[in-house]
């Protein structure tokens, strides 16, 4: 355990739940205690729930698999969008649309139409059309740009899905629930950990706190990805070794000039046919059947 996280955890505030009136029950292993009508978050558990996200979310990437992020409140927009688009993953912070991953193919449709804009406002910036018609296709494009960005790129369900507040991102919960994607959660004293397969308990009301756990989550994809890129060297390595040379085999097996390689059965005849008696033994034949 880095002593360095702890304190990062205690100085961002991560310790520090909701009010005692407003707690859910199912969180009580995680909570510590409470002070001045406050629960305090077991800060153990923090940490162990961090540091299982990070094993499960490098093994994910490693996979080849993908990570989604999601945290449509204020406190998490910018976070999400700074670090998460530094490690090349998903995100989505402005609106959970319904169906984004059941109903994906909508989803990419829609996508399509935002790279078409685009396409015209590279082109001529719109100048082909009326002044209204202008307005509705910038106004389109803007819309689209404002809910999709984050997985404009995503071709593929992801491998898992990091929430930050299950209270607030449930139907992105339920959606990975029914498609079988594993779930990581920043879950505080009001959530629900049953809807998260691996919850990380903290408070998801400040944007230090949230920073300093995504922060975490976007090094273990970092990790990942270097892991990927040893077992596709190794494949590489393995399946592109030079075949150690045979003395003993024929002509006929090696490639043919031009880098063009015989079939087997052209192979087969040329090398096993009857070679062609002399003209002399032929006449020889001829005359003692005679």
Same mark, same amino acid.
């Given at each position: 355990?880095?002593?360095?996280?702890?304190?990062?955890?205690?100085?961002?505030?991560?310790?520090?739940?909701?009010?005692?009136?407003?707690?859910?029950?199912?969180?009580?292993?995680?909570?510590?205690?409470?002070?001045?009508?406050?629960?305090?978050?077991?800060?153990?558990?923090?940490?162990?729930?961090?540091?299982?996200?990070?094993?499960?979310?490098?093994?994910?990437?490693?996979?080849?698999?993908?990570?989604?992020?999601?945290?449509?409140?204020?406190?998490?927009?910018?976070?999400?969008?700074?670090?998460?688009?530094?490690?090349?993953?998903?995100?989505?912070?402005?609106?959970?649309?319904?169906?984004?991953?059941?109903?994906?193919?909508?989803?990419?449709?829609?996508?399509?139409?935002?790279?078409?804009?685009?396409?015209?406002?590279?082109?001529?910036?719109? $100048?082909?059309?009326?002044?209204?018609?202008?307005?509705?296709?910038?106004?389109?494009?803007?819309?689209?740009?404002?809910?999709?960005?984050?997985?404009?790129?995503?071709?593929?369900?992801?491998?898992?899905?990091? *929430?930050?507040?299950?209270?607030?991102?449930?139907?992105?919960?339920?959606?990975?629930?029914?498609?079988?994607?594993?779930?990581?959660?920043?879950?505080?004293?009001?959530?629900?950990?049953?809807?998260?397969?691996?919850?990380?308990?903290?408070?998801?009301?400040?944007?230090?706190?949230?920073?300093?756990?995504?922060?975490?989550?976007?090094?273990?994809?970092?990790?990942?990805? $270097?892991?990927?890129?040893?077992?596709?060297?190794?494949?590489?390595?393995?399946?592109?070794?030079?075949?150690?040379?045979?003395?003993?085999?024929?002509?006929?097996?090696?490639?043919?000039?031009?880098?063009?390689?015989?079939?087997?059965?052209?192979?087969?005849?040329?090398?096993?046919?009857?070679?062609?008696?002399?003209?002399?033994? *032929?006449?020889?034949?001829?005359?003692?059947?005679?």
């Amino acid at each position: 355990m880095s002593s360095s996280l702890v304190k990062d955890l205690i100085e961002a505030g991560i310790h520090f739940g909701q009010r005692a009136s407003n707690w859910n029950p199912k969180m009580q292993p995680f909570i510590y205690g409470k002070r001045n009508s406050i629960h305090i978050i077991d800060i153990k558990e923090t940490i162990k729930g961090i540091l299982l996200a990070k094993k499960f979310i490098a093994r994910c990437v490693s996979e080849g698999k993908d990570v989604c992020f999601v945290g449509t409140k204020r406190q998490a927009r910018d976070v999400l969008q700074q670090r998460v688009g530094d490690v090349k993953m998903h995100w989505v912070t402005e609106r959970w649309l319904g169906g984004t991953l059941t109903n994906y193919r909508t989803i990419r449709s829609r996508l399509k139409r935002m790279e078409e804009l685009e396409a015209i406002e590279q082109k001529d910036n719109f $100048q082909s059309y009326s002044k209204k018609m202008e307005s509705q296709l910038r106004r389109e494009m803007r819309k689209i740009k404002r809910n999709l960005e984050g997985i404009r790129h995503m071709d593929k369900m992801p491998g898992c899905m990091v *929430v930050i507040d299950t209270t607030r991102e449930r139907n992105a919960l339920l959606e990975a629930r029914k498609l079988g994607i594993p779930t990581i959660c920043l879950i505080d004293t009001d959530g629900d950990p049953d809807l998260v397969d691996i919850a990380i308990p903290g408070n998801d009301d400040s944007m230090r706190s949230i920073d300093v756990v995504v922060r975490e989550l976007c090094a273990a994809v970092v990790e990942g990805k $270097q892991m990927r890129v040893e077992k596709t060297g190794e494949r590489e390595g393995a399946s592109g070794s030079p075949a150690p040379s045979d003395p003993n085999a024929r002509p006929s097996d090696a490639p043919a000039q031009g880098g063009q390689r015989r079939s087997r059965r052209s192979q087969f005849r040329s090398d096993d046919a009857p070679a062609p008696a002399p003209a002399a033994e *032929v006449g020889a034949g001829a005359a003692d059947a005679q």
